[in-house]
């Protein structure tokens, strides 16, 4: 099972590696293109070293760019290996998924061919896992995923930050940006070659018919998709041109796509983002409907080009598939945020969900301000609306004279559902608030030890999911380490938090029956209120005392029981 911190850990590293995918098309020129992807490696995964080898036209590698090290940049950049002996190291070692591990028991025998290579002395590992001073891990790129098409070129990384192999988290991180990064190669040699060809289109006649059939083959057959559109007129933005990439990852003929704009097929919530990416190098992620109507996610890059020296402008768009990255973000997203036993909320996000509801201000706080600005029985006065004696036609809207400003001490309205908890005591006063049920199992540390860890998991699962089944769609049951869970149910009274409370601990009493035996299991649950003025952690708090308090009342009364 997962410690708490390694949530924390997961967070920080997918936005590490979220901000170096996304630098990794800011990149101007193939050689700014290839050192980024060099510093990506050391910035956004935790190598000390990392070096890009690119495939030359004679089919041998070059060293490109180098991150890390000046005196392993001085030693190596520019020198050449040759396919020969890239092709060996890659048919070595041990397969991670796509990438090529070689320990230092097998990497001896590499020492003494052609590839340019940087080592520094060091102490022989004492653990197992920790990473030795020559061992060496490559990240081949290759022009279609899952290691099929051509190869473009080796990502080499070395000396991890934390002094160990990467676990399954690092080697699918690696993985995953060697193939945005062959994404990004390929793109920047595919914006160069477009770049001369509209370097050629300005020339004279016979330069420009020789640039637009160059043109037109590196459009037509470009293996992502482009568009050309209109700019200026009453058909702004109307598609002239598509590509066959661009038609198939829409599912729509050429034909249907020159009577549509972008707009016309854009996700309603992305209009905005479009919109925005009209201008000259123009770069936006967003999502196009299929014919099916279903939505794919795709990255729109756009140039200005000029149809002659004083002619109409078009908008020239790449568009690129980004699905498979956007479903990885999602799932590493995913995996951070959610506990991996049980599939619930982490306590990471249990904190998040609970502190989006919470504000700095107290309830108090409205009600005083209310009471200082002497508006009497009008409600307008706290959002800003005029005062007492003018016509008022309820909180939908009034009638007569100009709003006033709110006055002096009243809170701005800043459409915030403002939480505050029941009063307490025995009787429901009816009202309803956010209620934070704390639940601790009882007796599963007995099953640990008892019968292992492997049904003390499954006993988890079972609990979660029969804690999920007990609430609504809208309520929140996170896992909050060990044994501990926390619902959050929003609109309940206090007897209905109660009922709930007693609902869930029967729905955990009946026997749990793992690999042929039944076992049982009890639960204490402890209910707070979420009120703004709190803190999560002293909303949290708050429940687990009276949880707490629970689990000595009911051992209370067993030892009088008996």
């Known amino acids: 099972m997962e410690t708490e911190s390694e949530p924390y850990v997961r967070l920080a590293t997918l936005r590490q590696l979220h901000q170096v995918v996304a630098e990794l098309n800011t990149a101007r020129s193939l050689a700014e293109t290839l050192q980024t992807v060099a510093d990506g490696a050391t910035v956004g995964l935790g190598y000390e070293l990392a070096a890009v080898n690119l495939v030359r036209q004679d089919g041998d590698l070059v060293v490109a760019a180098v991150a890390g090290s000046a005196g392993a940049e001085a030693l190596m950049a520019g020198r050449v290996g040759s396919r020969a002996s890239w092709e060996r190291r890659l048919a070595m070692g041990e397969r991670w998924g796509e990438l ?58 070395d000396r991890p930050r934390n002094g160990r192999r990467p676990g399954a988290w690092g080697q699918e991180a690696l993985q995953m940006y060697a193939f945005q990064s062959a994404i990004a190669i390929s793109n920047a ?48 933005g109307r598609l002239l041109r598509t590509n066959d990439a661009l038609c198939r ?68 768009t790449h568009v690129e598939d980004i699905e ?37 201000h107290p309830p108090s706080a409205l009600a005083d301000a209310y009471a200082s600005s002497g508006a009497g029985g009008d409600p307008r006065s706290l959002l800003g609306f005029a005062g007492e004696g003018e016509p008022f036609d309820g909180l939908d809207g009034f009638h007569g004279e100009a709003p006033r400003p ?26 309803k608030g956010l209620a934070v049920l704390f639940c601790d199992l009882d007796g599963f540390k007995s099953i640990n030890d008892r019968f292992g860890h492997n049904t003390g998991d499954a006993v988890l699962i079972e609990v979660a999911r029969r804690l999920t089944s007990g609430v609504r769609d809208g309520d929140t049951v996170a896992r909050l380490g060990g044994d501990e869970f926390v619902v959050l149910a929003d609109g309940l009274g206090t007897a209905d938090a109660q009922d709930l409370a007693v609902r869930l601990r029967n729905a955990i009493i009946p026997p749990i029956r793992v690999e042929g035996r039944a076992v049982r299991v009890g639960a204490s649950f402890g209910i707070g209120w979420a009120s703004c003025g709190m803190t999560a952690e002293e909303v949290l708090e708050s429940a687990d005392q009276r949880m707490y308090v629970e689990k000595r009342r009911s051992k209370g009364n067993r030892r009088a029981a008996n």
């Open 249 to 316: 990852l829409l599912g729509r003929p050429a034909s249907a796509m020159r009577r549509l704009s972008f707009s016309d097929i854009c996700h309603p919530d992305d209009i905005g983002t479009l919109l925005r990416t009209s201008a000259e190098g123009g770069r936006a992620e967003l999502r196009l409907q299929r014919r099916d109507n279903s939505y794919v996610w795709v990255s729109l890059r756009n140039s200005v080009v000029a149809d002659t020296a004083d002619g109409p402008r078009f908008l020239l």
């Open 189 to 236: 040699r595919l914006r160069a070659n477009m770049q001369r060809a509209l370097v050629r289109l300005e020339r004279e006649q016979q330069a420009l018919r020789a640039s637009e059939e160059s043109f037109r083959q590196a459009f037509e057959y470009a293996p992502s998709g482009m568009a050309v559109a209109e700019m200026g007129g009453d058909q702004r």
């Open 324 to 360: 498979e990255r956007k479903r990885h973000e999602l799932q590493l997203a995913h995996r951070a945020s959610h506990d991996s036993l049980t599939g619930l909320p982490n306590s990471a996000e249990l904190r998040a969900r609970l502190s989006a509801r919470l504000c700095a």
């Open 100 to 157: 090529c591990f070689i320990p230092s028991t097998e990497g001896w025998v590499l020492d003494d061919d052609d590839v340019p290579q940087w080592h520094t002395p060091g102490p022989s590992p004492r653990l197992p896992d920790e990473w030795h001073p020559m061992d060496r891990l490559f990240a081949p790129m290759y022009t279609a995923a899952g290691g099929k098409g051509e190869l473009l070129g080796v990502i080499s990384v």
């Open 406 to 431: 709110a006055p002096r001490g009243a809170l701005p309205f800043d459409h915030h559902v403002h939480l505050s908890a029941p009063a307490d005591g025995a009787e429901d006063d009816g009202a």
